[in-house]
């Protein structure tokens, strides 16, 4: 091998190592920021190949795409005084890397700062409201309070807060008997509340019946002693024009009805022969 090809290789060589030491690259989900001895001088947000003077800068690469931070869960104090253990997360970005770099060093650094700023806010909003509201009421406009906060004093640091969610509530063990006791014990009462109402009712109605079967009773008997009574009439009309008819045939008919249901069988009865009551047996004899 001559002497230029070998000055080739050479220059080739180091012109790869000045480019690796001068050139880097940047990602579509990537931006970066160049330090030199250890002070940053720029920020670079567009994906590319820059250069960089070598030794004398270094380049930290930071995160462009959506970032997300589950805080551990932490008790907080509703507006009606009770404990609840809220469960939340939250998803963030980086808007301006030299600020953040500046500020936050490092996404655990940022983490960190985030989870004091979500925090105070979200017991700030907690603290406005009440367990109920929290359990079942809108919680959505809830946490874009919580949101919108939090993003306000996270803007100083070169970060937006997109999101702030609550992924579970629940109430602390040591205060879980006590709601149930105090649930149990409303619910009882609204219990005998409502038997209370449902008996007062149930005698209104069985008062009402019997009141309706009064009346019924009342109208009923009324017009069975008007029929019973015309009934009447009309018998008394008809014997009395049988008996105007034939008065004889009558007063015989009424004597035999009469005879026939006193004496029956085995029938004792001492009577003066001359009585009336024995004037037809004695005609007929």
């Not at 507006?79 to 809220?86: G, P, T």
């Not at 009934?231 to 008809?238: E, G, I, P, S, Y």
Request: glycine share 4%; proline share 3%.
């Amino acid at each position: 091998m001559n002497r230029a090809a070998t000055f080739g290789m050479a220059a080739a060589a180091t012109l790869a190592v000045a480019y690796w030491l001068a050139c880097f690259q940047v990602g579509e989900w990537q931006q970066t920021i160049v330090l030199q001895f250890g002070k940053p001088v720029r920020s670079i947000l567009e994906p590319g190949l820059y250069f960089k003077t070598p030794f004398a800068q270094n380049v930290v690469y930071l995160d462009k795409r959506l970032l997300e931070y589950d805080a551990a869960p932490k008790e907080l104090i509703t507006q009606d005084k009770q404990q609840l253990v809220v469960d939340n997360f939250s998803r963030w970005r980086i808007i301006d890397p030299l600020t953040f770099y500046q500020t936050m060093l490092n996404e655990a650094g940022a983490q960190s700062r985030l989870d004091d700023i979500i925090y105070s806010n979200l017991r700030e909003a907690i603290g406005r409201t009440t367990l109920q509201h929290v359990v079942s009421g809108d919680r959505v406009a809830l946490m874009q309070g919580v949101t919108d906060g939090s993003n306000e004093k996270a803007a100083a640091f070169g970060v937006e807060v997109v999101d702030v969610r609550i992924k579970r509530t629940e109430l602390p063990e040591k205060n879980e008997q006590n709601i149930f006791s105090r649930m149990r014990t409303e619910r009882e009462r609204q219990a005998k509340k409502f038997r209370a109402e449902g008996e007062e009712e149930s005698r209104k109605i069985r008062s009402q019946a019997e009141k309706s079967r009064q009346v019924i009773l009342a109208e009923a008997g009324r017009a069975a002693e008007v029929i019973r009574g015309e009934a009447d009439a009309k018998a008394t009309d008809v014997y009395a024009a049988a008996y105007q008819r034939d008065p004889e045939f009558y007063r015989f008919m009424r004597t035999l009805e009469v005879y026939r249901t006193v004496f029956k069988e085995r029938t004792t009865m001492v009577l003066d022969p001359r009585s009336e009551f024995l004037r037809l047996l004695e005609s007929s004899r």
